[in-house]
């Protein structure tokens, strides 16, 4: 994963694509137009595929924290309201697991607790406030914890803390730390157990004050004044003032310290007199804390930039500060051009370590791991033949011994350095991302690991590892490595197990090709659920951001490459030149080549998924990137009609423009310099030239635009302002003007990432029901029965030729999860109907001019409110249709007959209006709608209104219409509604 100390550049990896899912089995599912319905059986050994809703439904585990006996593990993990569009996190607690008997033990996650005849193993909630609470942190002695909430008086986020019980492994009663005007957050205990490091966000002019009492008041004052000033107008100096989704205004990041035994001693560490207009620390996304303490709680080491233009420049600095001493002043301890972060002092005191990255302006040189020895006051780098990133690290409390995570081709793992060994290094074993590393004291054992891991099939939950044997052996992929750790693992939580044991989730398959010049290039594939090898699948090709970002064995909530195959595709995802987790070398090869070798790889990587995974099926492909992922699917869409489809979210189309209106200038002016030169990367100096000398006119989507013909859907957020939405207002504007099919869906509330569950619910629905439709798959699938072809034998499929022919023209079928639905010919009436629904005989057979699904926009209401079912259908005829029905959008009860079942299979009794609605269903004083092929008629059918829910349970939905043309029943997929109490 990629953890910048700069942040995570102007085109970050964009997380959470949309990937919704048909029916298994006998059962289909609409996808494009609710994705949270659990009536769907299929998958192997009764597993199904995995939907939206589950994806909401997972809590995120995160932040593992150990208490300083090595008993217990403090974690965070986050709920998410679909229906109240929240997230909220708590803290809870597992036991730590005791250590293996031997090299092949097995350990338990309860057995450290049964061991002290305690009642419970698993882990429990710790804190239950409504807004939730984070950061939790054990005081050194193992006597208090520490943690951020919103206080309940003031609204404001302050530190509190709560008495710890180590032996029932609970909380006392939590008690307000801080009273800051501000805010507080980011609480770090001292070694000592005696004072707390946090952040605010403060006015720099009000550091200067003579007293924390004078800054605090000067705070408030003016933070009361901008509030009751009616203007909000903005006037900027400088640039950087809008930084990722939000504009940076007066205030400051600073950090600030305070006592632990009664909230008083309060100190700006980094008043404006030390560090300027500067953030202390600097602003970062996902990379390690920018303050630490020393272990005798007398110093303090802090991350800043004080460069005079912080939007060109990413030189931040490791600064430590005396803090008992009246006359101290900062220490600046980094001396690279390029950005340093992550300090952290060895437990004996010798070194501070940190990260550091050579190269000034580069946000994505390699981070190096520095030792600056206190005493002589040098710094060496400890491994400087290393080649990957070292994202995080953590002491050993006991030894001289470092372990860090790094990404090598895939995989986050676990290496562990000694500072006293040379050049050393030990790898840990183990597949898919681990981070957030801890270490564990343990009695007769020494101390041990706690980390995050998260596979592309699990999400994130917290591990114990118990290394064991030491073998000297090298590493095919790193040669830096000399020795191998046998590991034990043991996973502590377990959150989520009962949801995923109910998922079909398939495996991850890696492939490596030639790319680019020959270079070896890694790819992956994931399989749809209830794969069968002797169908052909339509493809959904992604493409991650960064640039120097990478796809591996990872979960994601925002682009899942499960829940994009659980829809009925496969997935591959390419790995190419600007990539992290190959070396630097392939770094680096995406500086100034945008569209150049990293666009051979991906389409040298896809020729090569389509040969070496045959049922891909060729016509059936679409093109999905976002951030950097999304200026590739532009220059896909521009350079190649390959596609069925592309979806391109929050992506570079006019690289001019962007350089004007994005906020971390040091990225643009990188990437698009010209090879060899030192100087920034600015449009106006290459203006004059020629375009193959200009890299903001050679690799720009939008002076290639006249060549797009491939359906295009353009997603973009009104607060990203690292890729500002007039980059999609832009694109969208020339694919109209062109007439090229295209859609625009737009954020007014989102930034890089779409982050509030709903808005990523629509999002989710909205590149689903895009792929769908270009494809030819799920809700605008053939109605032809799916033909099973002979064993050992692969159906035949166009391949090559005009990426123009329909799917449905041929006799393969378009959903491979699942048969597609049945035409109108194959339909009969149910057996039983509702008692608002008139006996359905079943009809003569004819041709099917449509289809009909039903979704629902939450699969559980509660008793007593509206449930919705959204009515769709479909024209898959190839001429317009006549759609009649009752007047009015939203009243499909009498155009539809409507069937609710309860779990025991009896139909609901009807209500007044819908013993009225079913008597008046087919009169004649209808609006008649055309309906054009691949288009349709939505409705919302509001099923309270029909049938009585009177109690909590499970309850079917199936819709019907009768095909005038024919006099067939044309009948909907069964959907599943939860009502609870």
């Given at each position: ?32 137009f609710g994705p949270d319905s659990d009536s769907l059986s299929g998958g192997a050994a009764g597993k199904r595929p995995m939907t939206f809703a589950d994806l909401q439904r997972m809590k995120r585990v ?93 609204g404001l986020s302050q530190i509190f803390l709560a008495a710890w019980d180590d032996a029932a492994g609970t909380l006392g009663t939590p008690k307000r730390l801080t009273n800051v005007s501000t805010e ?658 079943e009809m003569p057979a004819g041709g099917g001019d449509y289809t009909i699904a039903i979704s629902a926009p939450q699969d559980e209401v509660r008793l007593g409110s509206d449930a919705r079912v959204t ?111």
């Open positions: 994963m990629k953890n910048c100390a700069v942040g995570t550049g102007l085109l970050a990896v964009v997380v959470g694509v949309a990937g919704v899912w048909s029916g298994v089995g006998t059962r289909m599912w609409a996808q494009g995160s932040d593992p924290q150990v208490s300083p006996n090595g008993r217990w593990v403090m974690f965070s993990a986050t709920d998410v309201d679909l229906e109240k569009n929240t997230k909220v996190n708590h803290l809870w607690v597992v036991p730590m697991a005791a250590a293996p008997a031997d090299s092949q033990g097995k350990a338990d996650s309860s057995a450290a607790l049964r061991n002290d005849n305690k009642k419970n193993g698993s882990e429990r909630q710790l804190t239950f406030w409504k807004e939730g609470e984070s950061g939790g942190r054990f005081s050194p002695d193992g006597r208090q914890v520490a943690f951020v909430a919103t206080d309940s008086t003031t507080a957050d980011g609480a770090v205990w001292s070694p000592n157990s005696k004072r707390i490091l946090f952040a605010s966000r403060v006015y720099p002019e009000c550091s200067n004050e003579a007293s924390w009492m004078d800054e605090d008041l000067c705070n408030k004052k003016k933070e009361a004044d901008a509030a009751a000033n009616p203007v909000k107008a903005q006037v900027f100096e400088h640039l950087l003032y809008r930084h990722w989704n939000s504009y940076v205004g007066p205030k400051r990041s600073h950090v600030l310290v305070v006592s632990a035994t009664d909230g008083n001693a309060v100190r700006d560490l980094t008043p404006r007199r030390d560090i300027g207009d500067a953030e202390a620390p600097t602003f970062t996304l996902g990379s390690p804390m920018g303050y630490a303490w020393a272990p005798g709680s007398e110093e303090i080491a802090y991350v800043t930039n004080v460069d005079l233009v912080p939007a060109a420049s990413t030189n931040n600095d490791v600064f430590t500060l005396l803090l008992d001493d009246a006359g101290a002043r900062p220490r600046k301890v980094s001396t690279s051009m390029g950005s340093d972060d992550a300090p952290s002092y060895s437990p004996d005191g010798k070194y501070l370590a940190f990260r550091s990255q050579a190269r000034a302006g580069y946000e994505s040189d390699r981070f190096r791991l520095m030792l600056f020895d206190r005493l002589a006051g040098t710094t060496k780098e400890l491994m400087p033949k290393f080649d990957r990133w070292v994202d995080e690290f953590v002491w050993n409390p006991a030894n001289p011994e470092i372990c860090f995570t790094a990404a090598d081709h895939g995989q986050e793992r676990i290496f562990c350095a000694y500072p006293n060994l040379g050049e050393s290094l030990f790898a840990l074993p183990g597949e898919g991302e681990y981070g957030e590393l801890q270490f564990a004291a343990l009695k007769d054992v020494g101390y041990e690991l706690v980390a995050t891991k998260m596979t592309v099939e699990s999400p994130s939950a917290v591990v114990a590892l118990f290394r064991g044997e030491v073998t000297q052996s090298g590493d095919r992929d790193i040669p830096d490595v000399s020795n191998q750790i046998a590991t034990t693992e043991v996973r502590l939580t377990h959150l989520n197990d009962d949801l995923e044991r109910q998922l079909d989730l398939p495996k991850m398959q890696s492939f490596v090709f030639g790319g680019a010049e020959g270079m070896p290039v890694q790819g992956f594939m994931i399989p749809p659920p209830g794969f069968d090898a002797s169908r052909r699948y339509p493809l959904k090709f992604l493409i991650h951001g960064g640039p120097q970002g990478a796809w591996g064995d990872a979960w994601s909530y925002r682009w899942n490459a499960e829940l994009m195959a659980a829809s009925g595709y496969v997935v591959v995802m390419v790995n190419p030149r600007g990539s992290t987790g190959y070396g630097q070398v392939f770094v680096d090869g995406v500086n100034g080549d945008w569209g150049g070798k990293p666009y051979v790889d991906l389409m040298k990587g896809l020729d090569f998924a389509e040969t070496r995974f045959p049922f891909i099926d060729k016509t059936r492909e679409c093109a999905l990137g976002g951030s950097y992922g999304g200026f590739m699917a532009n220059w896909i869409l521009t350079h190649t009609d390959r596609f069925a489809c592309i979806v391109t979210h929050d992506g570079m189309f006019n690289p001019e423009s962007a350089y004007g209106d994005t906020e971390e200038l040091w990225f643009n002016e990188w990437e698009f310099r010209r090879p060899g030169e030192v100087a920034p990367g600015q449009p106006w100096r290459y203006a004059a030239g020629p375009v193959a000398n200009d890299p903001f006119r050679r690799w720009s989507p939008m002076l290639s635009i006249q060549n797009a013909k491939t359906p295009t859907l353009v997603a973009h957020s009104q607060k990203d302002y690292r890729l500002d939405v007039s980059e999609g207002l832009q694109l969208f504007t020339a694919l109209q003007r062109l007439n090229v099919p295209s859609k625009m869906l737009y954020f007014p509330d989102e930034g890089h990432w779409v982050l509030k569950p709903q808005n990523s619910k629509l999002w989710y629905e909205t590149v689903g029901d895009w792929c769908d439709r270009w494809t030819k798959t799920n809700l605008y699938g053939t109605v032809v029965p799916y033909r099973t072809a002979p064993a050992g034998k692969t159906p035949e499929t166009p391949r090559g030729g005009d990426k123009k022919h329909s799917a449905a023209k041929t006799t393969v079928p378009v959903v491979a999860a699942a048969p597609p639905i049945a035409s109108a010919a194959s339909v009969t009436a149910p057996s039983a109907v509702a008692s608002n629904v008139a006996p359905v005989e009515i769709a259908l479909r024209n898959v005829s190839s001429h317009q249709i006549a759609f009649a029905h009752h007047p009015g959008a939203n009243n499909p009860e009498f155009s539809y007959r409507i069937e609710v079942k309860d779990a025991a299979g009896h139909v609901l009794e009807g209500t007044a209006y819908g013993r009225e609605s079913a008597q008046h269903q087919q009169e004649e004083s209808r609006t008649v709608e055309f309906v054009q092929p691949g288009k349709a008629a939505l409705q919302t059918a509001h099923l309270a209104k029909l049938v009585s829910f009177s109690r909590p349970g499970r309850y079917m939905v199936r819709v019907f219409r009768k095909d005038p043309k024919t006099g067939a029943v044309v009948r909907s997929n069964e959907l599943t509604l939860n009502v609870l109490p």
